[in-house]
């Protein structure tokens, strides 16, 4: 028994010698101290090492889009790594196209800064700001949406109509993690000192803390602009807007620019939802049909039975191929989630809509 005991304590004294020396060797290796980190050979930051491109990015307050927090599911952090950034990972492939690849873009969540690096990212990000709002109105929409207002207090904001913003969602009850997600604005140019945004409910991190916790009067740290989806003014021709659920949102923003402009191309807007219960913002469409004389609003639901229902019925890309004569002269502004966007461009394809002029923002 003695013997066992002595071998036992032996084996474990051996295992706890080993655990230490990995620890003490994974302190060692991923100390990289500082390096420096020169962005567009204009800037260069002295930075603490080992940790992420896009964490330290955010550190010295300059934001790259990352609709996913961080955790290499997006691929909207895309930078250029012209020195420095180490070999691609495993991770970065799916997301990179190859022409990407050949560029030296990566994904800025997964690069970690172990040395002097040197990347690229586009001037504007340099405007990006950083915004401390507050809830000023919270209304549920729908079942499952709400909208929300927060106001920027002395701060003011400058977008164009269909870009996007990024909300920082804390800890709170029942998750540690510190999350940023993506929304589109809803507001309009002109409302500088506020922001509006259509947050559905997913079962996620950031809608749960919007929907279960969050509420009027408190404070929400937002950032942004973002984003190459955004309403051209080089174009007089007919448009086609689409969406469904909050993808609504930057097409209300692109919709209150024209009113407030009078803008009044010819303009079909095709919203999909379930029932009638998923219509909103109804009061705003009602506006803009009588300030816009060439606006047009089609509704189709797909899963609405109650005869009451008037409209169309089915998907947005069958409301498209039954309303859109010849679409060749259109251009058009999609959001919604990708299968929607690919299915509803093979309509407007159908339609002779030039593949040039098809804008989207796939979420």
């Known amino acids: ?77 895309k930078v250029v790594v012209t020195e420095g950034g180490g070999p691609v990972l495993a991770t970065e492939l799916p997301l990179l196209t190859k022409e990407e690849f050949a560029k030296n873009m990566r994904l800025s969540c997964q690069c970690k800064l172990k040395q002097d690096i040197k990347i690229e990212i586009p001037e504007e990000l340099f405007n990006v700001k950083e915004y401390a709002s507050t809830v000023v109105k919270m209304e549920k929409v729908t079942p499952t949406i709400k909208y929300l207002r927060f106001d920027l207090g002395d701060e003011e904001i400058n977008f164009r109509p269909g870009q996007y913003v990024q909300l920082k969602a804390p800890a709170y009850e029942g998750n540690d993690e510190e999350v940023y997600r993506a929304y589109s604005v809803a507001s ?105 004389p060439a606006f047009k609003f089609i509704a189709t639901l797909s899963r609405e039975e109650s005869p009451d229902w008037n409209g169309d019925r089915g998907r947005v890309p069958d409301s498209i191929i039954k309303h859109v004569e010849n679409g060749e002269n259109y251009s058009a502004y999609l959001c919604g989630s990708p299968a929607m966007i690919d299915s509803i461009i093979k309509s407007l394809e159908e339609k002779n809509v030039p593949l040039n002029k098809i804008y989207y923002d796939k979420f």
């Open 188 to 292: 309009s140019v002109n409302d500088k000192h506020a922001i509006e945004l259509l947050i559905g409910y997913t079962g996620g991190i950031a809608t749960t803390y919007v929907h279960q916790h969050l509420n009027v009067g408190d404070n929400v740290h937002i950032n942004g602009p973002y984003g190459d989806f955004y309403y051209h003014e080089d174009d007089n021709g007919p448009i086609i807007l689409a969406g469904a659920g909050t993808g609504m949102a930057p097409i209300l923003s692109i919709l209150k620019y024209m009113a407030e402009n009078n803008i009044n191309r010819k303009t079909i807007f095709f919203f999909g939802a379930k029932t009638m219960s998923d219509l909103f913002m109804l009061e705003q469409i009602k506006y803009f049909e009588e300030k816009l």
């Open 1 to 77: 028994m003695s013997t066992i005991l002595t071998t036992t304590l032996i084996i474990s004294a051996i295992t706890s010698i080993l655990a230490a020396i990995l620890t003490a060797a994974d302190r060692t290796v991923g100390n990289y101290g500082e390096v420096k980190l020169t962005i567009n050979n204009e800037k260069t930051y002295t930075v603490e090492g080992g940790t992420s491109l896009l964490s330290t990015l955010r550190n010295e307050k300059i934001f790259i889009p990352s609709a996913c927090g961080g955790k290499g599911s997006c691929g909207y952090c």
